[in-house]
């Protein structure tokens, strides 16, 4: 595992951690397929590949496996309106060795070449944005963006917007700042205890996440099929699951949950984290997780909501159980009497 601080690592450079994982760079866009022309012929998946493929080689000189580059059509295609898209998808440039001509090998100042990258990402996603591609006199045209979870400048920006302005879970102080981090996607097996059980491991899930800092609270949410399994390792039981349908994930993966100590291992853990995917030591397969920042404030609520137990007077409690006995016996009387009516 590299001891290095994470705001020495350059945006091109990995990221070693525990259990044989690794935080490996890489490029993620968003991509949205339309029709460029009236034609109303069927779109095909691998042919459009194949094309966005070549074109990247011969106007980027960047060469994409397949398996990096994820298209999917609609299913609905014969319902869309002609200005919809027909497609979307994810494109994944995971090897940047050609940036170190663009960054330079020896830049030591991380700053400069955090700048030289996000602005060659920048013009990159600019000249690959509105691009027509002609699969056999049928034109598509192409839409990317980069995704929020990548977007580090952007989260940066939304979060101080916030601390400035107010909302929920952050006060008007610059002492209020965000220290929690929501990472999806991850598969389970790899924050398992291999030769105990294939399941998530706490234990495991800390040791690992520790390498980007000193950690507070972590939960731990795995998904099997529709079930929901909570672990915690936190300063309470009494945290809620924070998760929803939307977070489900086909598969056995997790979605992990980090409150760090100071805020500024939160900010460079989360900068290290966009643009980075996970990888496993002896693995070809990359986790290409979302990661963003607690909006909501998962772990103050949590506090809140118990401390407010914890503050309720003991008369409340009684009255409230003195209400909960009477409409009982309420409930029972209206029930004994409808018995009796029935049987009249």
Same mark, same amino acid.
């Given at each position: ?52 493929? /070549?074109?990247?080689?011969? +106007?980027?000189? !960047?060469?994409?496996? *397949?398996? =990096? ?5 609609? &299913?609905? $295609? ?16 995971? /090897?940047?060795?050609?940036? +170190?001509?663009? !960054?330079?090998?020896? *830049?030591? =100042? ?5 700048? &030289?990258? $996000? ?30 979870? =990548? ?5 940066? &920006? ?187």
């Amino acid at each position: 595992m590299s001891n290095r601080p994470l705001n020495s690592l350059r945006p091109t450079e990995t990221l070693e951690l525990e259990s044989g994982l690794s935080l490996v760079p890489r490029v993620k866009l968003l991509l949205t397929v339309y029709r460029a022309d009236k034609s109303v012929n069927p779109f095909d998946e691998w042919k459009f590949k194949r094309s966005l493929i /070549d074109y990247m080689k011969s +106007s980027f000189f !960047i060469t994409v496996p *397949e398996e =990096d580059l994820q298209i999917r059509k609609f &299913k609905d $295609l014969n319902k869309r309106k002609r200005e919809e898209p027909v497609a979307r998808g994810r494109l994944f440039v995971h /090897d940047l060795g050609f940036l +170190s001509k663009v !960054i330079g090998e020896i *830049e030591d =100042d991380v700053e400069r070449a955090d700048k &030289k990258f $996000l602005e060659w990402r920048r013009g990159f996603v600019e000249k690959l944005n509105g691009i027509e591609l002609n699969l056999e006199g049928t034109k598509f045209k192409l839409n990317v963006a980069v995704p929020m979870s =990548d977007d580090f400048e952007g989260m940066k &920006k939304e979060w101080e917007e916030i601390i400035a302005f107010g909302a929920r879970g952050y006060q008007r102080s610059a002492k209020m700042q965000p220290d929690t981090i929501v990472l999806k996607g991850m598969p389970s097996r790899w924050f398992a205890e291999t030769r105990v059980s294939s399941k998530p491991s706490m234990l495991v899930t800390h040791t690992i996440v520790s390498a980007l800092g000193k950690i507070r609270q972590v939960l731990l949410v795995v998904f099997i099929s529709s079930i929901r399994l909570n672990l915690h390792v936190a300063e309470d039981n009494s945290i809620g699951d924070g998760a929803d349908e939307e977070d489900i994930v086909s598969g056995l993966h997790c979605k992990i949950v980090v409150r760090f100590e100071k805020h500024k291992d939160f900010h460079d853990a989360l900068k290290i984290l966009c643009g980075h995917s996970l990888q496993k030591q002896g693995s070809q397969l990359r986790a290409d997780y979302d990661v963003t920042w607690d909006k909501d404030g998962f772990f103050l609520d949590a506090r809140h909501q118990i401390e407010e137990r914890k503050r309720m007077p003991a008369r409340g409690m009684e009255e409230r159980d003195e209400g909960h006995r009477q409409h009982s016996r309420v409930s029972q009387f209206s029930s004994e009497e409808g018995r009796k009516r029935f049987k009249e």
